[in-house]
T-cell receptor, first 114, second 117 residues
């Protein structure tokens, strides 16, 4: 079965640079979520989209922005990168935004900021 | 606000023995509860969920979880552990309060399960 696809899998950037992470949800999934997982931490919710509209916002820094496109893929744009942004960034998708729906996670993008 | 507690950072069990990974939750409304497993350098894999109905939920790879409303718990169990079950396990909750149909997914801190041969 098709899974959530994230690209790139690994990314190395320097401080103050920008980065763009991409997420392709499971086909027919219309809801996308972004999470940040620091080393040894639990995933922290950043932002979500339902039918191409932002549906919820978590602890996403103002330096970050995201959007969902007409084909339902999503991009997380990160600017003025800081060392503390080094983390594993997960995208997840579901068939809708209802709380009862499980989220399916991608393999993650490991971002290292030097 | 919703929260999840996983009181054990690590659980050690011998292969073939039963395992339990504990989880308690706090929500203002009715809880939707999930278990995910994470292998090293991998994404989270969905194991099972409780929405409503039977308190004992069966999931992937022989795992099951028991919802206990009075104790606000949702412990993950497996009758016979395998070495390949060694991984990081996350309990998560979403609130379905009276005025919302959805909410964000909140994770516990995770419990590392180590199954020895």
């Amino acid at each position: 079965a098709a899974g959530v696809i994230q690209s790139p899998r690994h990314l190395i950037k320097e401080k103050r640079e920008t980065a763009t992470l991409k997420c392709y949800p499971i086909p027919r999934h219309d809801t996308v979520y972004w999470y940040q997982q620091g080393p040894g931490q639990d995933p922290q919710f950043l932002i979500s989209f339902y039918e191409k509209m932002q549906s919820d916002k978590g602890s996403i820094p103002d330096r970050f922005s995201a959007q969902q496109f007409s084909d339902y893929h999503s991009e997380l744009n990160m600017s003025s990168l800081e060392l503390g942004d080094s983390a594993l960034y997960f995208c997840a998708s579901s068939t809708g935004q209802r709380s009862s729906y499980e989220q399916y996670f991608g393999p993650g993008t490991r971002l290292t900021v030097t | 606000a919703q929260s999840v507690a996983q009181p054990e950072d690590q659980v050690n069990v011998a292969e073939g023995n039963p395992l339990t990974v504990k989880c308690t939750y706090s929500v203002s409304g009715n809880p939707y509860l999930f278990w995910y497993v994470q292998y090293p350098n991998r994404g989270l894999q969905f194991l099972l969920k409780y929405i409503t109905g039977d308190n004992l939920v069966k999931g992937s790879y022989g795992f099951e979880a028991e919802f206990n409303k009075s104790q606000t718990s949702f412990h993950l169990k497996k009758p016979s552990a395998l070495v390949s079950d060694s991984a990081l396990y996350f309990c998560a909750v979403r609130d379905h309060g009276p005025n919302s149909g959805y909410s964000t997914l909140t994770f516990g801190k995770g419990t590392m399960l180590l199954v020895s041969p």
